[in-house]
């Protein structure tokens, strides 16, 4: 069975929206999560995510209200957006990156629209971790975080969510698709169409 990378951070709707989906790999390949910091990403690539940028951050709000719908998973903002996901990124960690945990989570922050900080003891109550500072605050806990992070960057993965098959990269919640397309039948990136795709020149850039 085929094995995926899933990388992620809860400050991603759209990697909200792709947990909701990862069931569909059942049988087909493993999932193995990959909690990485965003801003790690976003960092090392010189870019701004979608919430910092005025106009895209509203259309990336209403666009994954209007997916949630379509896909039929429950879907609240959070009361602020962008927030610090560094603790819940850590406690994934600290509980083995456990899916019933990280699903959790997620619900917590984007199903029911809570603010993990605020309500950090109600959400380590939903999670049974009486010990859930104590346990983040472990230097290897992190250090797992960076390291996840590191890798990632290290891989080419340059936003979350990404599935990271065969050393191929399926960005975003709409990637979902061409992933299963893509272990269904990995042919579908050596057509001469995509082939031509990777020598594709840059005919101009802008000024930085």
């Known amino acids: 069975m085929k094995r995926i990378d899933w990388y992620f ?5 759209y990697a909200y929206l792709q947990s909701q989906r990862l069931g569909e790999f059942d049988g087909v390949a493993e999932i193995r ?42 879907f609240r903002m959070p009361p602020a957006h962008p927030f610090n996901p560094l603790r819940i990124l850590r406690l994934s ?28 003891p109600a959400l ?16 290897a806990v992190k250090a797992a975080l960076r390291e996840n992070t590191e890798e990632a960057i290290a891989a080419g993965v340059y936003g ?7 050393g191929q990269h399926f960005w975003g919640v709409d990637g979902t698709d061409f992933a299963h397309a893509f ?15 990777e020598t594709v020149p840059a005919a101009a850039e802008r000024r930085r």
């Open 124 to 139: 380590t109550a939903t999670l049974g971790v009486a010990d859930a500072d104590i346990r983040i605050a472990a230097d």
């Open 183 to 197: 272990l269904a039948d990995p042919g579908i990136l050596e057509t001469d169409a995509m082939k031509r795709l």
């Open 160 to 166: 979350v969510p990404t599935l990271a098959v065969d």
């Open 33 to 74: 999560p990959v909690p990485v910091l965003f801003a790690g990403l976003l960092n090392a690539t010189g870019t701004l995510g979608p919430a910092e940028i005025p106009a895209k951050r509203l259309w990336t709000y209403r666009f994954c209200q209007f997916a949630a719908g379509r896909l039929g998973v429950p």
């Open 93 to 120: 960690i600290a509980l083995d990156c456990d899916p019933a945990a990280i699903d959790a989570i997620f619900r917590f922050v984007w199903a029911e629209g809570r603010d993990p900080a605020a309500e950090w």
């Open 9 to 13: 951070d809860y400050i991603s709707p």
